[in-house]
């Protein structure tokens, strides 16, 4: 297994462009995290899934933002009308499921720039 | 907000010397993680503490949480240069505080001199 997995790696979009990013997760991982980094800080949460469902969304991801994850493996992120703001680095991490809690398997992201 | 927030923000060390990183935290926790991210890259999960428990180790990381002030600490020792990177904290909050993806902290910047 070589772990999580996001393309592109990079991606220059205009704005008002729409773009989508994938995410394939450890296989054995029902769990899997969206978040979004910008420059000196920490990852932000986006959005949750444990299989199919997407059981947590942040008020970060506003309604130009959607992401799904069918038949509970691969994701994608979408982001449509495309910001300036939203230039950042999105991150995708995958886990096992229960409540003992396991560390996050991270991705190297994909980084966006909208120009 | 964040949940998390690392202290110092920035850290310089020569080779050899400990590093000692801080997190403060707002909420019940579940447990507390510790991850590691290298200059545009994803980040490494390092250790995870959970409530119930004081310290732990990891080869040259030590990890301490004291949930009754709602801190916890990481130790390098012997550091290396190869130690250079950013700290994150991340904590997951109990099951009944609500969200059950990890809040991570803004960070503590190591630079390990040679």
């Known amino acids: 297994d070589t772990g999580v997995s996001q393309n592109p790696r990079h991606k220059i979009t205009k704005r008002g462009q729409n773009v989508t990013f994938r995410c394939d997760p450890i296989?054995?991982?029902?769990?899997l995290y969206w978040y979004r980094q910008t420059l000196g800080q920490g990852p932000e949460f986006l959005t949750y899934?444990?299989?199919?469902?997407?059981?947590?969304k942040s008020r970060l991801l506003s309604d130009r933002f959607s992401a799904e994850r069918p038949k509970g493996s691969f994701s994608t992120l979408e982001i449509q009308r495309t910001e300036q703001g939203d230039s950042a680095m999105y991150l995708c991490?995958?886990?096992?499921?229960?409540?003992?809690?396991?560390?996050?398997?991270f991705g190297s992201g994909t980084r966006l720039t909208v120009v | 907000s964040q949940q998390g927030e690392e202290d110092p923000q920035a850290l310089s060390i020569q080779e050899g010397e400990n590093a000692t990183m801080n997190c403060s935290y707002k909420?019940?926790?579940?447990?507390l993680q510790w991850y590691r991210q290298n200059s545009g890259r994803g980040l490494v999960h390092l250790i995870l503490?959970?409530?119930?428990?004081r310290e732990k180790h990891s080869g040259r990381l030590r990890v301490t949480l004291d949930t009754s002030k709602k801190s916890s600490s990481l130790l390098i020792t012997a550091s290396r240069a190869a130690d250079t990177a950013s700290y994150f904290c991340a904590s997951s909050l109990s099951m009944d505080t609500g969200r059950r993806a990890l809040t991570f902290g803004s960070g503590t910047r190591l630079q390990v001199q040679p």
């Open positions: 899934f444990q299989n199919e469902a997407q059981l947590e």
């Open positions: 991490a995958s886990t096992k499921g229960g409540t003992v809690g396991y560390g996050y398997t």
């Open positions: 909420t019940s926790i579940n447990n």
């Open positions: 503490i959970r409530s119930n428990e």
């Open positions: 296989s054995e991982h029902n769990r």
